[in-house]
């Protein structure tokens, strides 16, 4: 019991507290040796396994898009561009794929958005670009929305800005190109008016108004996406087999 401060005297020493360690009551299974000694013979040192270098082939081969875009506002969701009643659907079967592209965007509120990303009873969009406000594929983190969009054969998204989740799943799964804007252009631009997206320039054209936007480059993510997904990447580029 330690000593209270009455009981305590004038020349009397006492020990330092100790520190608590969780691992002072522990016991090593084993006698630790003293001295560790190592022979280089024990050893074989490994070469990193060479890879390729990047080809020609595998940078971007289409880096402008031309068409007809869409255009929404802010906060866009992932249940607006596809509803959770539709993800039982599977992207890898080709049928189920081109069914996913027939509802992209059907969650949009018709009463904003009169007319039809996709028309009733088809499974592809006219709208080659979708150009939107800021945080762009906000919600949930399902992958089936970028994939949507893009077997509805939409090309790229010029946003403002994205949710991470949806910029990530984009570049993953190689579907859509997301393309920040520098500027607000979803206000200055229509549904139906022709665009071209130029990734190499960083540019849009709108053509119907004749103005044009600076775009912020899409980076490392472009030659991802154009491979077709983070996966054909990697076996494009010899990571993996």
Do not use: W
Not at 75 to 89: K, M, R, V, W
Not at 145 to 161: K, N, Q, R
């Amino acid at each position: 019991m330690a000593q209270s401060a009455a009981t305590i005297r004038s020349g009397d020493h006492l020990a330092p507290p100790k520190t608590f360690s969780p691992f002072s009551q522990r016991r090593l299974p084993f006698a630790a040796p003293k001295t560790l000694k190592f022979s280089t013979s024990s050893f074989k040192i490994l070469k990193p396994c060479p890879r390729p270098p990047i080809s020609a082939s595998a940078a971007p081969k289409t880096t402008t898009f031309h068409g007809p875009c869409y255009v929404v506002g802010d906060n866009i969701d992932t249940d607006q561009i596809i509803p959770a009643e539709h993800l039982t659907l599977v992207p890898s079967k080709p049928e189920e794929y081109r069914k996913l592209g027939s509802f992209a965007m059907i969650g949009l509120p018709s009463a904003a958005y009169p007319v039809p990303f996709v028309e009733p009873g088809t499974d592809s969009t006219v709208y080659k670009v979708i150009i939107a406000g800021y945080n762009f594929g906000c919600g949930s983190s399902r992958e089936h929305a970028p994939v949507a969009l893009g077997a509805a054969g939409t090309v790229a998204v010029v946003a403002e800005s994205y949710a991470r989740i949806f910029f990530r799943n984009s570049v993953a799964t190689g579907e859509v190109y997301p393309v920040e804007s520098e500027s607000r252009i979803c206000d200055e631009c229509a549904t139906g008016d022709i665009v071209t997206v130029d990734l190499e320039e960083c540019l849009l054209q709108n053509h119907s108004t004749g103005k044009e936007y600076r775009l912020k480059p899409i980076g490392d993510a472009g030659p991802v996406i154009e491979a077709g997904g983070i996966f054909a990447y990697a076996r494009k580029t010899g990571m993996i087999a």
